[in-house]
């Protein structure tokens, strides 16, 4: 580390210290209050798993895995914010881009043909299908918007793809951590729209009826063909008996 990278760092360690102090300070009340949620959703689905209620198992499925997701930005913006130095903050960021890319490419996959149905088997009403699709319509957006350049700084920093040393020092160089937050933040915001409508449909359908309706339903779904036993060609054969 060269003297100037030294005398910046210091002058953040004592300038941006308030700064840190408060953020810190918002991220444990928001931890400790994502925390209950987490386990609370866990505790569900474990539940909706034992009793087979298909339906409302996919819908809490995808509302812990939006959770965890948010759970991951909230520590990679944590981390940047009170990192000393732009060179640990390009390290942060580009590992933060490498979630958002993979997170943003299998969101578009969970929210496909098993969940649509989940929320049409519960009988979601017009409005709570009309905000899920629009926030799904945005995540769309998002992927589409920021794919190209969230997979560039995958391949070519992220994962060491770049063979050509000069050009990789190129291009971690041009990464900027603030643009890779906002992108963050961005998609956190989207997540967070998504969960309030899960959310919605979620506990319309809460009740032990509920519950018990979706576990008929889920029993009298068509077996796929490939997991039905395979009928015999008539009876089993007798052995013929010793002599």
Not at 44 to 61: F, G, P, Q
Not at 201 to 208: F, H, K, L, P, S
Request: proline share 3%; charged share 30%; hydrophobic share 40%.
């Amino acid at each position: 580390m060269t003297v100037r990278e030294q005398l910046q760092n210091l002058m953040e360690r004592v300038f941006l210290l308030p700064v840190r102090l408060r953020a810190r300070a918002r991220s444990r009340h928001r931890r400790g209050l994502r925390a209950e949620t987490l386990a609370t959703t866990r505790r569900t689905l474990e539940r909706l798993t034992e009793l087979k209620a298909e339906s409302l198992r996919e819908v809490y499925n995808v509302a812990l895995y939006l959770i965890l997701l948010d759970q991951d930005l909230a520590d990679f913006t944590d981390d940047l914010v009170c990192a000393i130095g732009e060179r640990r903050r390009v390290f942060l960021a580009k590992h933060e881009a490498v979630l958002l890319h993979e997170a943003a490419e299998d969101l578009t996959q969970l929210l496909g043909r098993d969940f649509r149905a989940a929320v049409e088997t519960l009988g979601a009403s017009d409005e709570q299908r009309g905000k899920l699709d629009e926030v799904t319509s945005d995540l769309n957006k998002f992927w589409q918007t920021h794919r190209e350049f969230l997979g560039g700084i995958r391949k070519t920093v992220a994962a060491h793809r770049e063979k050509k040393a000069l050009v990789y020092l190129q291009n971690l160089e041009q990464l900027k951590p603030l643009v890779v937050m906002e992108r963050a933040a961005e998609l956190s915001a989207l997540l967070n729209r998504l969960l309030r409508a899960i959310t919605l449909v979620a506990m319309g359908n809460a009740g032990a009826g509920a519950i018990l309706r979706d576990m008929v339903a889920s029993g009298n779904r068509k077996v796929p063909d490939d997991k039905r036993t395979k009928p015999t060609n008539g009876p089993p054969r007798e052995k013929p008996p010793r002599t």
